[in-house]
Every structure is written in C-alpha cells, then in structure tokens.
C-alpha cells in the first residue's frame, strides 16, 4: 500500500486559524467549570458547556460580524436551555418534549437560516434543549440553570473579540431575507425531528432527546436555495460521519468512565474535549464528533450517574433511530429549483 494514501488530506488538517478559533471555544468553558469546581458544584457544568457552544458561532467572522453572529447564536442557545429546564421543572412527560423540540426545530431553522448562522441549522439549540429537559428537576433552581448558560455565553462572546479585526462591520439594522427554500428545509426538521422523537419514545423518555438530535444532523448536509437533488450524497456521507464518530466516540467515553475520575476531573476532561471538537468542525465531521460524543456523555454522568454500559448501548441505539430518520426525510423531501 502507498504509505501516503494514509496521511490525512490536506483539506482535512487543522491550520493556524482552526487553533485559534478552537482555543477561544476551550477558554470560553474552561473559565465558568473553574467556577462550578471552585463553588463545589460541577455536576451543573451541563449548562455552562451549552453556553460555550456559543464561541463556535462566527467562526469566518472578524470584527461585527462576529459579535453579532454569536450574540445571535447565544440568546438562541439561551432560549433553548430555558425551554429545556421548564420541561424539567414541570416534569413534562416525554410527548411534550418532542412537541416542543419539534416546534422549536422548526422555528430555530427558519431563524438560523435567515442569520446565516455558521454552523448552520439548528442542532445545538435542539440539543441544548432536548439535553437539558432530561436533568432532574431537583439539581438547581431554573433560575440559576439559565444563568450559567447565559453567563457562559456573554463570557465566550467577550473571549470571541479577542484578537478579532474591527473590519468587515455589519449594521444591526441590515435586512436578511429569509433564503429560497428555507421553509421546505424547515418542514425537513420538523418531520426528522418528530419521527426520530416518536421512535424514541417507544424506548423511553431519555431516548427520545438524543434520536432527535441525532436526527438533525443529515440535514445540516444540505445547502439552503439549492435544489436537493444531488445533495443526498452529502446526506448519507454526514450521517455516516455521525454514526461513525458517535460510536468511535463512545468507546472512548466507556474508557474513560471505566478509569473511576471524579466528578473534578471529569468537569476538566470535559474542558480538555472541546479543544478538538472545535478544531475538527469544518475540516473532519467525524473526527469532531469522536471528541464530542465523550464530552457529553461526561457531561451526562456528572448530571445524572447511571450504568456506563447501558447508558453507552443506548446512546448509540438512538444515534442509528435519529439518522436514519433524518436521511429519510432528506430523501423524501426534496426542493425544487429556483
């Protein structure tokens, strides 16, 4: 075998930029988990880490523009946690989360897409929502749950400018129409959302959250005001990317619950994991989420500890329900051209 078919490509290797970018998302977690680990309470890390979500929005951006793409990306981010821990609060039963994420994905879509928010589509404010519906109710008052998401994401908008031109400015004011196609791609959601949603449900409530989310994925493959015909091979190569990374990812998770770190370490683990989720994001889909996967699963077992295996199995039980749902919505539903 020629030995350099097994280098990466160089479109897939992170550059200068990647680490940059990447090492601003880090920070933007790593100052509010000093904080929980220094209060004594990092099993609330779950929310702090959706708020640092919102440094991987503007990536390309310098300047204005990347202070209100992320400023857009955190009040988005916000209001999903929030829905997620009024489910909780009220104890919702699992129809109702899927009622509401499904209502939300459609209109995080619509949303999203008239932003030109970057990563596109809506599946970090659905997973933001759909993650934290599923904390027990009892682990911190809701009020204090939306502060550290919000608190984390104006930290990481403050660390976004750092280093940033002020070129490129953007009044707020400037209309964005919504693109061509945008409200089919909306329906897109909606129906892979609910269907993975539904499925889930058959299995139980905490399954119902990550076959949603996964459900999202496929369809972020598919390019706004562009006929679909001819995207569905992007499609099937990002629910691969996801399935693939999904598992690779949980292998790692089980080794590392299997080592026994305490909730600090796993707090800083978490911290640690996000570096490579962000530097591989746009260069390698799958790489990214080998890294992401773990980061949430420690972030599951700081919020509510369960059986590593079980937990585990099912998380890539519902990554197959979700995808397979979003890949079949991609295929029946297609666009038409301008």
Known sequence: MDASALRPRP?????????????????????????????????LMVYAVFGAFTGMYGRTDTGVPRLWHQLEAAVLLTVGVGLGVALSALAAPGWALVAVELTFATAASLIADRLRLRPVGPFFFLFALGATATVPRALVAPGVAIGICAGSAALAVLV????????????????RRLPPGARVHAVRYALAVGLGGGVGLLFGFAHANWAMASAAVP????????????????????????T???????????????IGFGPSALAALMVLLLFPT???????YAVAI??????????????????PLQMLTYRGLDTVIGVVAGVAVAVLVRSRRP
């Open 244 to 258: 693939v990374g999904t598992l690779t990812g949980l292998m790692v998770a089980a080794a590392l619950l299997a």
């Open 160 to 175: 976004g400018m750092i280093g940033t031109r002020g070129d490129g400015s953007r009044a707020p004011h400037e209309p």
């Open 290 to 307: 080998g890294f992401f996967t773990p980061l949430i699963m420690l972030m599951t077992e700081l919020t509510a500890p369960s059986a």
């Open 219 to 242: 369809l972020a493959a598919i390019t706004v005001g562009r006929p679909s015909e001819g995207q569905v091979r992007m499609v099937l190569t990002r629910a691969a990317h996801r």
């Open 11 to 43: 479109e897939l290797r992170p550059d200068r930029d990647d680490h940059r970018h990447a090492l601003r998302v880090a920070v933007g977690l790593l100052l509010p988990a000093a904080v929980l680990l220094a209060v004594g309470r990092p099993e």
């Open 278 to 284: 962000e530097l591989f994001m746009t260069r390698h």
